[in-house]
């Protein structure tokens, strides 16, 4: 299976990235960067972290939802998932990143 990373500009004028399933649905989201080159090696690491489950916080939200972050190497968060009703819906979506990710195309896209 293979992905979409979108890259676009937040309202503050930095780069995100945010990686979408096949069916379109975003599963993963970056933080704000100053410039396109970081923005794209945040992509970089990604696709290099993302086949690695030692590299997945999970986490729970509070008010009984759950979330996860991939984090790099360096143990920096390099992406965050959106909110999930329950561990196993959080623990689908971390599978979802690992199938995606690696082979993804990157596209440019507006807001």
Do not use: W
């Not at 780069?15 to 989201?29: D, P, V, Y």
């Not at 997945?56 to 143990?75: I, Q, T």
């Not at 971390?94 to 807001?111: L, M, Q, R, T």
């Amino acid at each position: 299976m293979s992905g979409t990373f979108e890259i676009y500009n937040d309202k503050a004028g930095e780069f995100r990235f945010r990686l979408k399933a096949s069916n379109g649905q975003a599963i993963l989201a970056s933080e704000g960067y100053k410039d396109k080159s970081g923005c794209l090696n945040g992509v970089e690491s990604v696709k290099k972290n993302a086949p690695d489950d030692a590299r997945y916080e999970r986490k729970a939200s509070g008010a009984d939802k759950f979330m996860f972050n991939l984090k790099a190497g360096n143990h920096q968060v390099v992406g965050t998932s959106q909110s999930y009703a329950s561990e196993a819906s959080r623990d689908k979506g971390i599978e979802s990143v690992k199938n995606h990710a690696p082979d993804a195309k990157v596209v440019e896209v507006g807001n």
